[in-house]
Every structure is written in C-alpha cells, then in structure tokens.
C-alpha cells in the first residue's frame, strides 16, 4: 500500500459534502492501479478518479457509489 490519505480540512470537508476521498501517492501510478488497489482494500466501487500532479506527488480525488458512504471509509482509516 503506497497510499497516504490525505487529512486536511478541506479534505475532510469533502469527504462530508461529496463522498470524495482524497489521498496522495506515488505519482507512476495509473488510475487502474490506484482504482483497483482501493476496491480490494476497502471492498468498495469508485464511480471517478481525478489526478493532480503537484511537487513530484500525485493526490488522488475518488469519488465513491453513493451505496458506500466516505464518511464510514474514513472512521475506519481513523481520519475521523
């Protein structure tokens, strides 16, 4: 797992309003890599990925199916 969430307030903010989980990663990872790696860990489906590359880091936008709730995602990575 070479996956850091990311625990900004802004981050957080979106988790609440938007069921987008925000995470930083290496940045030669594809988004089918990172897509796959967070389905198998989490036993979840993701409806979008969005990418930005920023100071040689990728964060990574994943927006879940609205049957999975981020909220419950992050109380079980312990961001909230």
Not at 28 to 52: A, G, S, V
Request: glycine fraction near 2%.
């Amino acid at each position: 797992m070479n996956l850091k969430p990311i625990t900004t307030e802004k981050a957080i903010m979106m988790i609440e309003s938007q069921n987008i989980l925000t995470f930083q990663t290496d940045k030669r990872k594809t988004k089918e890599q990172i897509k796959k790696e967070i389905e198998e860990m989490f036993d979840i489906k993701i409806n979008k990925i969005r990418t930005l590359i920023q100071d040689n880091k990728k964060n990574v936008y994943i927006k879940l199916n609205k049957k999975f709730p981020a909220i419950d995602i992050a109380t079980k990575m312990g961001l909230m």
